[in-house]
């Protein structure tokens, strides 16, 4: 009868369990309701127990299907909640895969169950001494297929439990896997032993598998639990401290007992082994607490103390660095932390708070910024209520579901374990971040009030520190301003005079060709009043007519173009080209003046480039801009090297990259990219020179700006490199030209570009004669 009482209670005791589960509805998890499938099979389990062994032979045989009796029921009920405890294990663990393990544990039960319906006869599971008949000849395939179906769950369990305390990053995820680590051994063995049939120990087993699934209820039904360590640190402790007691006293009262009776001075004798063994259990005492401090850790210093010491080193800092040197010292030495950090709060709107880790050669914070709403519970938190805040919280607290993602991600990435709001005076000013403590406790109430104290103290001196720093910076942007300043002044004078040279580069290139046509136009003139006119002597004059109007059409059109790169007027029209025809076709109309001015020209790395997209007669524009720029400020006799290369680019996409490299005059870095600017050019614009091709002649300098634009509207890259400019060494200048391979459909022109160069134009009629090495 007591039997049947005890599993009433039993039962009670999970409905109870279950009831109290459900009274957390409101704040339900997939955890919780693995909880309560687990228990609803432990209650049925259990139940099952309140009928009698031989309920399948009476009035409720038609209760069990094929050869079930009542304790193998059990047995396979037991079994379904074994796989709903090692579900909800993974589960509350936090680990992956839950339905599919439990998937599989569903499908090997419905095995199990087929197997026990069908077979033969009645089934011997859950009858007395069927653990120890499993390992015997006859009957065995059944019972051993159910023993190792539950070793497989509880390895399982085990496993995940294990896993999850070795490789938690937080103390409190840590402590939460060792008290469920203590509880599935209650669950695991009082399963089986409550299905062993045997009398008495049934019993026992019942008790321990509720008290484990007690346990398991209370681990997913609260935010934190009983701190493992803590307790079993106590624990021992204690006891050590009753051993070395015990062994004391009980020493002592040997010591008396061999004292014989009539020894007169038996009296001095006990007192003097009373005093031997107080003398004996001061040191062992010592001992003990050295022993446990030792193995968990000593206890904090007086936190009186330590906070007034730290106010004081940290009065008179105002370097922002040593500052949070100091502070992460502090909390190593007073909390025997791993890691600590000031992570820097900046006000950007009336909405969010900047939060950015203070840098420090102590500190490992990655450098991440993240942005604080004000209406985030994490914003509340600290500096509304001003209460510090742990890591474990904003990751499994209820309060904290409705954070954003990519804030929970910016906190994650800092490895902290605890904030603490530094505030001054009503202003947000930064975050006192630490991270767990070196022997992986849970931080306590009174770490968490030394924590907070510790980042009020550091208030004054980080607002002084950041008043300082915003000072400097201040300062610094205001050197750097004045220096950009200086520069554009320098830059505008520059571009200024580059305009008058200009005026007077223009005004000479305009007159001569109009000085020309005049004076030919003059002699025209004259000659038609006379009888005779040679014909040869009126051709002659005629070409050089037009010689003088094609260089005014050239400087108009490259003037034109230029005003169409400012207003982004430029349409290119793009089709399949090589780049050797497009070098071909650059190169020819300058091989004459190559040979007068005795230069060597040379083109490698054309051999093999795939087709590219481009607006040939453009392209072949820009190729001979760059070139001529080359021919004309290198000296007779110099070199011209024009290499090719296949490669890619970061985005992974294939680019050719094109190098002209001459050993002429160079370039001083400071006009590196003033070159490519409208009018800008190298030299005394006094000693400018008509020859289109001649040494340190000719030009408006419109030429590099035209390529600049053509280039540019290709989706490619122009720069240039020079160690700088010299006459004498001619240290030279090498010009990169980078053009994708491949232009998309959205960056393309469709409209047609009208040419007006002449030499531009003229360049689709040369023929492809140029020696060109491959």
Known sequence: MSTYILAALICAGYIALIAYSLRHSSKASRARRWLRGTLSLALIAQAVHLLVPEAHLGPYAGLFIGSLTQPAVAVLLMSAMLAGYSALTVRYLGGRFVYGLFGLSLLAWIGLFFGATSAPEKVTLGQAGWITAAFSASESTLSLAALGYWLILGTVTLIASVYTFSTAHLAEVANRSMFWLLMTPLVLMGALIGVSGSP??????????????????????????????????????????????????IGAILVAQNIPADDPNRLLLIIGAAAVATVLYVPLRLLSVTLVDRVFGAPAEDATAFVRQYS?????????????????????????????????????????????????????????????????????????????????????????????????????????????????????????????????????????????????????ALRNARLVSDLRKARDETEALNRDIMITKERLELLDSVK???????????????????????????????????????????????????????????????????????????????????????????????????????????????????DQQRLVQAFKNVVLNA????????????????????????????????????????????????????????????????????????????????????????????????????????????????????????????????????????????????
């Open 500 to 614: 008058t040279d200009f005026v007077t580069i223009a005004s000479h290139e305009l007159r001569t060709p109009l000085t020309q046509i005049v004076g030919y136009t003059d002699i025209l003139d004259t000659l038609s009043q006379m009888p005779m006119i040679d014909p040869e002597r009126v051709g002659m004059m005629t070409a050089n007519i037009r010689k003088a109007t094609e260089r005014l059409e050239a400087l108009i059109a490259d003037m034109l173009d230029v005003s169409r790169l400012g207003l982004d007027a430029m349409d290119l029209r793009f089709m399949p080209t090589t780049l050797d025809a497009v070098l071909r076709l650059s190169i020819e109309p300058l091989q004459e003046s190559i040979r007068q001015r005795k230069l060597q020209l040379t083109v490698r790395g054309l051999k093999g480039l795939p087709e590219i997209e481009a």
């Open 200 to 249: 008495g120990l049934r019993e026992i087993g019942w008790i321990m598998q509720i008290g484990g699934l007690f346990g398991a209820t209370y681990a997913v039904l609260s935010l934190r639990v009983l701190d493992v360590r803590r307790i079993f640190r106590l624990t021992f402790a204690s006891s050590l401290t009753l051993a070395i007691t015990f062994l004391v006293i």
């Open 312 to 460: 004081q080193d940290i009065a008179g800092v105002v370097e922002l660095t040593e500052l949070s040197d100091m502070a992460i010292s502090a909390l190593r030495n007073a909390l025997r932390v791993r890691s600590a950090g000031i992570l820097l709060a900046t006000s950007e709107n009336n909405e969010t708070v900047r939060l950015e880790p203070m840098r420090s050669s102590l500190s490992d914070m990655p450098e991440v910024r993240g942005w604080l709403p004000r209406s985030s519970p994490i914003y509340v938190t600290l500096f509304e209520k001003r209460l510090p805040l742990l890591q474990y919280d904003i990751e499994y607290s209820r309060d904290y579901a409705d954070v954003a993602p990519e804030l929970k991600s910016f906190f994650k990435q800092l490895r902290m374990s605890a904030y603490a709001p530094i505030i001054m005076q009503g202003q947000i000013i930064g975050v006192l971040a630490m991270g767990a403590k070196a022997s992986d406790d849970p931080f306590s109430a009174q770490d968490l009030e030394l924590f907070t104290t510790l980042a009020t103290q550091t208030g004054v």
């Open 631 to 774: 021919i004309k400020y290198t000296p007779d006799g110099g070199r011209i090297d024009i290499t090719a290369r296949l490669e890619r680019n970061v985005d992974g996409d294939e680019v050719i990259h094109v190098e002209i490299k001459d050993t002429g005059i160079g370039i001083d870095p400071r006009n590196h990219e003033l070159i490519f600017e409208k009018f800008f050019r190298v030299g005394d614009p006094s000693l400018h020179s008509t020859g289109a091709t001649k040494f340190m002649g000719a030009g408006p300098g419109l030429g590099l700006t035209i390529a600049r634009g053509v280039i540019n509207g290709h989706g490619g890259r122009i720069w240039v490199e020079s160690p700088g400019m010299d006459m004498e060494k001619l240290p030279g200048t090498t010009v990169h030209i980078v053009l994708p391979t491949h232009i998309s459909e959205r960056d393309k022109s469709t409209s047609r570009f009208e040419v007006t160069s002449p030499y531009a134009s003229s360049t689709r009629l040369m023929p492809q004669s140029v020696s060109i090495k491959s």
